[in-house]
Protein backbone atom coordinates (compact mmCIF):
# COMPACT_ATOMS: atom_id res chain seq x y z
CA UNK A 1 0.00 0.00 0.00
CA UNK A 2 2.57 2.44 0.92
CA UNK A 3 4.47 1.49 -2.67
CA UNK A 4 1.32 2.68 -4.22
CA UNK A 5 1.29 5.71 -2.35
CA UNK A 6 4.43 6.61 -2.91
CA UNK A 7 3.97 5.54 -6.69
CA UNK A 8 1.00 8.03 -6.78
CA UNK A 9 2.56 11.07 -5.20
CA UNK A 10 5.94 10.56 -7.56
CA UNK A 11 3.67 10.69 -10.55
CA UNK A 12 1.71 13.86 -9.59
CA UNK A 13 5.35 15.25 -8.54
CA UNK A 14 5.91 14.44 -12.43
CA UNK A 15 2.75 16.05 -13.36
CA UNK A 16 3.10 19.20 -11.54
CA UNK A 17 6.65 19.79 -12.72
CA UNK A 18 5.35 19.06 -16.41
CA UNK A 19 2.54 21.69 -16.33
CA UNK A 20 4.99 24.04 -14.59
CA UNK A 21 7.58 23.62 -17.63
CA UNK A 22 5.16 24.34 -20.09
CA UNK A 23 3.45 27.49 -18.42
CA UNK A 24 7.16 28.86 -19.04
CA UNK A 25 6.98 31.32 -21.67
CA UNK A 26 10.58 32.61 -23.07
CA UNK A 27 10.37 35.12 -25.64
CA UNK A 28 13.15 37.48 -27.53
CA UNK A 29 12.19 41.11 -28.49
CA UNK A 30 10.82 40.23 -31.82
CA UNK A 31 8.87 37.27 -31.00
CA UNK A 32 7.33 39.96 -27.49
CA UNK A 33 6.67 42.16 -30.49
CA UNK A 34 5.02 39.58 -33.06
CA UNK A 35 2.73 38.38 -30.06
CA UNK A 36 1.79 41.96 -29.16
CA UNK A 37 0.52 42.57 -32.98
CA UNK A 38 -1.52 39.66 -32.85
CA UNK A 39 -2.38 39.38 -29.32
CA UNK A 40 -3.23 42.69 -28.01
CA UNK A 41 -6.62 43.92 -26.49
CA UNK A 42 -5.99 46.86 -27.66
CA UNK A 43 -5.07 46.37 -31.23
CA UNK A 44 -7.32 43.73 -31.10
CA UNK A 45 -10.25 46.55 -30.73
CA UNK A 46 -8.43 48.78 -32.79
CA UNK A 47 -8.95 46.34 -35.67
CA UNK A 48 -12.33 45.25 -34.96
CA UNK A 49 -13.28 49.30 -35.14
CA UNK A 50 -12.15 48.95 -38.98
CA UNK A 51 -15.50 46.64 -39.44
CA UNK A 52 -17.56 49.07 -37.99
CA UNK A 53 -16.40 51.52 -40.65
CA UNK A 54 -16.63 48.74 -43.31
CA UNK A 55 -20.73 48.72 -41.84
CA UNK A 56 -20.57 52.18 -42.68
CA UNK A 57 -20.08 51.94 -46.04
CA UNK A 58 -21.64 48.73 -46.72
CA UNK A 59 -24.49 51.27 -45.89
CA UNK A 60 -23.26 54.19 -47.86
CA UNK A 61 -22.85 52.24 -51.10
CA UNK A 62 -26.65 50.68 -50.87
CA UNK A 63 -29.54 51.66 -53.12
CA UNK A 64 -32.28 51.95 -51.32
CA UNK A 65 -35.16 50.53 -52.65
CA UNK A 66 -38.28 51.34 -50.06
CA UNK A 67 -41.34 52.33 -51.98
CA UNK A 68 -43.92 54.25 -50.20
CA UNK A 69 -47.88 52.91 -49.77
CA UNK A 70 -50.09 55.27 -49.62
CA UNK A 71 -53.75 53.82 -49.10
CA UNK A 72 -57.35 55.36 -48.49
CA UNK A 73 -60.75 54.28 -48.20
CA UNK A 74 -63.61 56.02 -48.16
CA UNK A 75 -67.77 56.81 -48.66
CA UNK A 76 -68.88 58.46 -51.52
CA UNK A 77 -72.80 60.09 -50.97
CA UNK A 78 -74.73 61.55 -53.60
CA UNK A 79 -78.11 62.39 -54.01
CA UNK A 80 -79.25 58.99 -55.07
CA UNK A 81 -76.49 56.70 -54.80
CA UNK A 82 -73.71 55.57 -52.31
CA UNK A 83 -70.53 54.24 -52.98
CA UNK A 84 -67.56 53.38 -51.95
CA UNK A 85 -63.95 55.21 -53.39
CA UNK A 86 -60.91 53.56 -52.76
CA UNK A 87 -57.56 55.39 -53.61
CA UNK A 88 -54.20 52.90 -53.91
CA UNK A 89 -50.66 54.73 -54.51
CA UNK A 90 -46.82 53.32 -54.92
CA UNK A 91 -43.98 55.49 -55.12
CA UNK A 92 -40.42 55.23 -54.31
CA UNK A 93 -38.13 58.58 -53.68
CA UNK A 94 -34.86 58.71 -55.56
CA UNK A 95 -31.39 60.74 -54.41
CA UNK A 96 -29.27 62.10 -56.83
CA UNK A 97 -26.04 60.03 -57.55
CA UNK A 98 -23.85 63.06 -56.33
CA UNK A 99 -25.58 62.37 -52.52
CA UNK A 100 -24.58 58.67 -52.81
CA UNK A 101 -21.21 59.02 -53.89
CA UNK A 102 -20.46 62.10 -51.45
CA UNK A 103 -21.94 59.19 -48.55
CA UNK A 104 -19.38 56.66 -49.99
CA UNK A 105 -16.25 59.16 -49.64
CA UNK A 106 -17.39 60.04 -46.45
CA UNK A 107 -17.44 56.46 -45.59
CA UNK A 108 -14.64 55.78 -47.91
CA UNK A 109 -12.26 58.31 -45.51
CA UNK A 110 -13.76 56.93 -41.99
CA UNK A 111 -12.12 53.28 -43.04
CA UNK A 112 -9.04 54.91 -44.07
CA UNK A 113 -8.98 56.89 -40.78
CA UNK A 114 -9.92 53.78 -39.00
CA UNK A 115 -7.07 52.20 -40.32
CA UNK A 116 -5.00 54.88 -39.71
CA UNK A 117 -5.98 54.57 -35.69
CA UNK A 118 -5.09 50.88 -35.82
CA UNK A 119 -1.44 51.43 -37.45
CA UNK A 120 -1.05 54.47 -34.48
CA UNK A 121 -2.75 52.09 -31.62
CA UNK A 122 0.00 49.41 -32.92
CA UNK A 123 3.02 52.28 -32.92
CA UNK A 124 1.78 52.81 -29.48
CA UNK A 125 1.54 49.47 -28.03
CA UNK A 126 4.85 47.97 -29.47
CA UNK A 127 6.91 51.13 -28.06
CA UNK A 128 5.04 50.08 -24.76
CA UNK A 129 5.91 46.06 -24.97
CA UNK A 130 10.02 47.30 -26.20
CA UNK A 131 10.31 49.55 -23.26
CA UNK A 132 8.75 47.23 -20.77
CA UNK A 133 10.79 44.32 -22.26
CA UNK A 134 13.78 46.35 -22.36
CA UNK A 135 13.28 47.50 -18.92
CA UNK A 136 12.81 43.26 -18.27
CA UNK A 137 16.06 42.74 -19.65
CA UNK A 138 17.68 45.63 -17.83
CA UNK A 139 16.86 44.15 -14.29
CA UNK A 140 17.47 40.79 -14.75
CA UNK A 141 21.13 41.89 -15.56
CA UNK A 142 21.07 44.20 -12.36
CA UNK A 143 19.60 40.98 -10.69
CA UNK A 144 22.82 39.24 -11.92
CA UNK A 145 25.34 41.69 -10.97
CA UNK A 146 24.02 42.23 -7.39
CA UNK A 147 23.87 38.43 -6.85
CA UNK A 148 27.67 38.39 -7.80
CA UNK A 149 28.14 41.26 -5.62
CA UNK A 150 26.62 39.52 -3.15
CA UNK A 151 28.90 36.40 -3.17
CA UNK A 152 32.10 38.74 -2.93
CA UNK A 153 30.39 40.75 0.14
CA UNK A 154 29.78 36.90 1.83
CA UNK A 155 33.69 36.05 0.65
CA UNK A 156 34.36 39.41 2.58
CA UNK A 157 32.63 38.79 5.51
CA UNK A 158 33.86 34.85 5.96
CA UNK A 159 37.70 36.90 5.74
CA UNK A 160 36.52 39.72 8.05
CA UNK A 161 35.52 36.76 10.84
CA UNK A 162 38.56 34.96 10.04
CA UNK A 163 40.52 37.77 10.82
CA UNK A 164 39.02 38.96 14.12
CA UNK A 165 38.82 35.49 15.41
CA UNK A 166 42.87 35.58 14.72
CA UNK A 167 42.72 39.11 16.68
CA UNK A 168 43.97 41.18 13.10
CA UNK A 169 40.96 43.19 13.41
CA UNK A 170 37.83 44.12 15.50
CA UNK A 171 34.52 42.94 16.06
CA UNK A 172 33.47 46.86 14.42
CA UNK A 173 34.97 45.52 10.72
CA UNK A 174 32.68 42.13 11.50
CA UNK A 175 29.33 43.87 11.96
CA UNK A 176 30.04 46.30 9.18
CA UNK A 177 30.81 43.30 6.91
CA UNK A 178 27.74 41.82 7.87
CA UNK A 179 25.47 44.55 7.01
CA UNK A 180 27.32 45.79 3.84
CA UNK A 181 26.11 41.93 2.63
CA UNK A 182 22.70 42.84 4.34
CA UNK A 183 22.32 45.79 2.41
CA UNK A 184 23.28 43.97 -1.04
CA UNK A 185 20.34 41.37 -0.13
CA UNK A 186 17.97 44.18 0.20
CA UNK A 187 18.88 45.60 -2.63
CA UNK A 188 18.32 41.96 -4.85
CA UNK A 189 14.89 41.82 -3.55
CA UNK A 190 13.77 45.46 -4.45
CA UNK A 191 15.37 45.16 -7.85
CA UNK A 192 13.19 41.67 -7.92
CA UNK A 193 9.91 43.36 -6.41
CA UNK A 194 10.77 45.79 -9.44
CA UNK A 195 11.31 43.17 -12.11
CA UNK A 196 7.89 41.53 -10.66
CA UNK A 197 5.53 44.35 -12.32
CA UNK A 198 7.84 44.71 -15.63
CA UNK A 199 6.95 41.72 -16.76
CA UNK A 200 3.49 41.61 -15.50
CA UNK A 201 3.44 44.87 -17.48
CA UNK A 202 4.72 42.69 -20.42
CA UNK A 203 2.86 39.72 -19.87
CA UNK A 204 -0.13 41.89 -20.08
CA UNK A 205 0.53 43.97 -23.51
CA UNK A 206 1.79 40.27 -24.69
CA UNK A 207 -0.91 38.21 -23.60
CA UNK A 208 0.58 35.39 -21.39
CA UNK A 209 -0.73 34.24 -18.01
CA UNK A 210 2.39 32.30 -17.26
CA UNK A 211 5.81 32.25 -15.83
CA UNK A 212 7.60 35.05 -18.50
CA UNK A 213 11.33 34.50 -19.49
CA UNK A 214 12.89 37.24 -21.45
CA UNK A 215 15.74 36.43 -23.61
CA UNK A 216 18.50 39.00 -25.43
CA UNK A 217 21.02 41.52 -24.93
CA UNK A 218 20.93 45.21 -23.90
CA UNK A 219 24.21 45.74 -26.25
CA UNK A 220 22.50 44.42 -29.57
CA UNK A 221 21.15 47.45 -30.71
CA UNK A 222 21.34 48.58 -34.74
CA UNK A 223 22.77 52.24 -35.47
CA UNK A 224 19.76 53.86 -36.95
CA UNK A 225 19.99 55.87 -39.88
CA UNK A 226 18.41 60.07 -39.35
CA UNK A 227 17.78 60.43 -43.08
CA UNK A 228 15.56 57.79 -43.53
CA UNK A 229 13.86 57.97 -40.66
CA UNK A 230 12.81 61.77 -41.37
CA UNK A 231 11.48 60.68 -44.49
CA UNK A 232 9.27 57.99 -42.72
CA UNK A 233 7.35 60.66 -41.10
CA UNK A 234 5.12 61.32 -44.47
CA UNK A 235 3.71 58.14 -43.30
CA UNK A 236 3.15 57.76 -40.20
CA UNK A 237 -0.15 57.22 -38.34
CA UNK A 238 -1.47 60.50 -37.34
CA UNK A 239 -0.55 62.01 -40.14
CA UNK A 240 -2.49 59.46 -42.40
CA UNK A 241 -5.76 59.57 -40.22
CA UNK A 242 -5.42 63.48 -40.53
CA UNK A 243 -5.35 63.08 -44.83
CA UNK A 244 -8.18 60.75 -44.17
CA UNK A 245 -10.16 62.97 -42.02
CA UNK A 246 -9.48 66.00 -44.41
CA UNK A 247 -11.02 63.74 -46.87
CA UNK A 248 -13.91 62.78 -45.00
CA UNK A 249 -14.63 67.10 -44.03
CA UNK A 250 -14.23 67.50 -48.02
CA UNK A 251 -16.94 64.75 -48.90
CA UNK A 252 -19.34 66.00 -46.22
CA UNK A 253 -19.12 69.43 -48.19
CA UNK A 254 -20.28 67.15 -51.14
CA UNK A 255 -22.48 65.87 -49.30
CA UNK A 256 -23.87 69.39 -48.77
CA UNK A 257 -23.84 70.60 -52.23
CA UNK A 258 -25.49 67.50 -53.37
CA UNK A 259 -28.52 68.40 -51.17
CA UNK A 260 -28.76 71.80 -53.77
CA UNK A 261 -30.11 69.27 -56.28
CA UNK A 262 -33.54 68.21 -56.94
CA UNK A 263 -35.16 64.97 -55.14
CA UNK A 264 -37.39 63.33 -56.84
CA UNK A 265 -40.01 60.19 -56.85
CA UNK A 266 -41.75 57.98 -59.37
CA UNK A 267 -45.17 56.66 -58.35
CA UNK A 268 -48.26 54.55 -59.80
CA UNK A 269 -51.80 55.57 -58.50
CA UNK A 270 -54.94 53.74 -58.42
CA UNK A 271 -58.50 55.24 -57.82
CA UNK A 272 -61.77 54.12 -58.24
CA UNK A 273 -64.47 56.76 -57.77
CA UNK A 274 -68.17 55.74 -58.07
CA UNK A 275 -68.18 53.32 -60.65
CA UNK A 276 -64.85 54.47 -62.55
CA UNK A 277 -61.61 53.55 -62.36
CA UNK A 278 -58.44 55.77 -62.71
CA UNK A 279 -54.69 54.51 -62.85
CA UNK A 280 -52.32 57.71 -63.03
CA UNK A 281 -48.61 57.47 -63.10
CA UNK A 282 -46.91 59.97 -60.65
CA UNK A 283 -43.78 62.36 -60.60
CA UNK A 284 -42.92 63.88 -56.87
CA UNK A 285 -40.25 66.57 -57.35
CA UNK A 286 -38.89 68.60 -54.09
CA UNK A 287 -37.15 71.80 -54.63
CA UNK A 288 -34.37 73.09 -52.51
CA UNK A 289 -35.85 76.36 -51.78
CA UNK A 290 -34.53 77.29 -48.70
CA UNK A 291 -32.54 74.52 -47.26
CA UNK A 292 -29.18 73.96 -49.88
CA UNK A 293 -26.96 72.01 -47.41
CA UNK A 294 -25.68 75.81 -46.21
CA UNK A 295 -24.51 73.46 -42.58
CA UNK A 296 -22.79 70.54 -43.95
CA UNK A 297 -20.97 73.05 -46.81
CA UNK A 298 -20.20 75.64 -43.93
CA UNK A 299 -18.76 72.63 -41.32
CA UNK A 300 -17.20 70.57 -43.76
CA UNK A 301 -15.06 73.61 -45.58
CA UNK A 302 -13.88 74.64 -41.68
CA UNK A 303 -13.34 71.42 -40.54
CA UNK A 304 -11.13 70.50 -43.56
CA UNK A 305 -9.19 74.41 -43.39
CA UNK A 306 -8.46 73.45 -39.66
CA UNK A 307 -7.63 70.00 -40.52
CA UNK A 308 -4.86 70.79 -43.30
CA UNK A 309 -3.24 73.63 -40.65
CA UNK A 310 -3.03 70.69 -38.11
CA UNK A 311 -1.68 68.19 -40.69
CA UNK A 312 1.00 70.53 -41.44
CA UNK A 313 1.67 70.75 -37.46
CA UNK A 314 2.02 67.80 -37.16
CA UNK A 315 4.67 67.07 -39.59
CA UNK A 316 6.88 69.73 -38.48
CA UNK A 317 6.76 68.71 -35.07
CA UNK A 318 7.26 64.58 -36.01
CA UNK A 319 10.59 65.27 -37.84
CA UNK A 320 11.39 67.76 -35.00
CA UNK A 321 10.65 64.70 -32.35
CA UNK A 322 12.71 62.43 -35.07
CA UNK A 323 15.55 64.40 -35.06
CA UNK A 324 15.50 65.02 -31.31
CA UNK A 325 15.24 61.70 -30.46
CA UNK A 326 18.17 61.02 -32.88
CA UNK A 327 20.14 63.13 -31.06
CA UNK A 328 19.36 62.24 -28.33
CA UNK A 329 20.02 58.18 -28.81
CA UNK A 330 23.63 59.08 -29.73
CA UNK A 331 24.58 61.39 -26.61
CA UNK A 332 23.14 57.78 -24.76
CA UNK A 333 25.28 55.47 -27.06
CA UNK A 334 28.64 58.16 -26.37
CA UNK A 335 28.03 57.28 -22.72
CA UNK A 336 27.99 53.80 -22.94
CA UNK A 337 30.97 53.88 -25.40
CA UNK A 338 32.66 56.54 -22.99
CA UNK A 339 32.41 53.65 -20.13
CA UNK A 340 33.47 50.97 -22.27
CA UNK A 341 36.64 52.61 -22.87
CA UNK A 342 37.41 54.03 -19.62
CA UNK A 343 36.02 52.80 -16.94
CA UNK A 344 34.84 49.35 -17.71
CA UNK A 345 38.35 48.03 -17.68
CA UNK A 346 40.34 46.71 -15.24
CA UNK A 347 37.41 46.57 -12.62
CA UNK A 348 37.34 42.74 -12.25
CA UNK A 349 40.88 42.84 -11.54
CA UNK A 350 41.00 45.64 -9.23
CA UNK A 351 38.03 43.91 -7.27
CA UNK A 352 40.24 41.11 -6.79
CA UNK A 353 43.06 42.71 -6.28
CA UNK A 354 41.50 45.08 -3.25
CA UNK A 355 40.24 41.92 -1.90
CA UNK A 356 43.23 40.41 -1.86
CA UNK A 357 44.90 42.96 -0.25
CA UNK A 358 42.10 42.63 2.86
CA UNK A 359 42.89 39.40 2.85
CA UNK A 360 46.65 39.52 3.55
CA UNK A 361 46.01 42.80 5.82
CA UNK A 362 47.64 45.44 3.60
CA UNK A 363 44.36 46.83 2.99
CA UNK A 364 41.43 47.84 5.68
CA UNK A 365 38.02 47.04 5.42
CA UNK A 366 36.75 51.28 5.11
CA UNK A 367 39.03 51.19 2.08
CA UNK A 368 37.97 47.97 0.35
CA UNK A 369 34.26 48.42 1.02
CA UNK A 370 34.87 52.13 -0.28
CA UNK A 371 36.57 50.50 -3.71
CA UNK A 372 33.53 47.80 -3.77
CA UNK A 373 31.22 50.02 -3.78
CA UNK A 374 32.75 52.41 -6.43
CA UNK A 375 33.09 49.30 -8.47
CA UNK A 376 29.78 48.72 -8.05
CA UNK A 377 28.89 52.21 -9.12
CA UNK A 378 30.84 51.70 -11.90
CA UNK A 379 28.79 48.37 -13.03
CA UNK A 380 25.56 50.15 -12.13
CA UNK A 381 26.34 53.45 -14.26
CA UNK A 382 26.95 50.99 -17.08
CA UNK A 383 23.93 49.08 -17.05
CA UNK A 384 22.02 52.20 -17.01
CA UNK A 385 23.66 53.66 -19.40
CA UNK A 386 22.94 50.50 -21.76
CA UNK A 387 19.49 51.10 -20.93
CA UNK A 388 19.25 54.47 -21.73
CA UNK A 389 20.94 53.69 -24.70
CA UNK A 390 18.49 50.74 -26.03
CA UNK A 391 15.68 52.88 -24.64
CA UNK A 392 15.93 56.21 -26.44
CA UNK A 393 16.66 53.58 -29.82
CA UNK A 394 13.34 52.39 -29.25
CA UNK A 395 11.81 56.11 -28.88
CA UNK A 396 14.17 57.08 -32.47
CA UNK A 397 11.87 53.98 -34.01
CA UNK A 398 8.68 55.05 -32.48
CA UNK A 399 8.56 58.37 -33.33
CA UNK A 400 9.22 57.79 -36.59
CA UNK A 401 6.44 55.07 -37.35
CA UNK A 402 8.65 52.15 -37.76
CA UNK A 403 7.33 50.33 -35.26
CA UNK A 404 4.31 48.71 -36.45
Known amino acids: MRVAWRTLALAGAILATSHLAAAQTSMTLAEALGRAREQSPR ?25 EVDFG ?41 SRAQLEDVTRVTLRDTAVAFVRALHLAERIRLLERTSGLASNVLQIAERRFRAGDIAVLDVNISRASLARIRAEIQGATAERTMVVGELKELVQVEGDLDVRGDLKSVT ?29 EGQFGQSMR ?43 ANRLKAELNAALVRARIE ?63 ALLEAALARVEVDARAGVLR
Open 73 to 113: LGNRQGHETRSTDLALEFAQPFEPSSRRSAREAVATAGIEE
Open 261 to 303: RVDYGLGVRYQREGGDQILLGGLTLTLPWSSKGQAPIAVGLAR
Open 322 to 384: VQSAFEAYQRRSAAVGELEREAFPGLDENDTLATRSFEVGQLGLAELLLIRREILDTRFQYLD
Open 223 to 251: EPQLTPLLAATANLPEVRALGAAIRQAEA
Open 43 to 67: IIGARLAIEEARGRLAGATHRPFNP
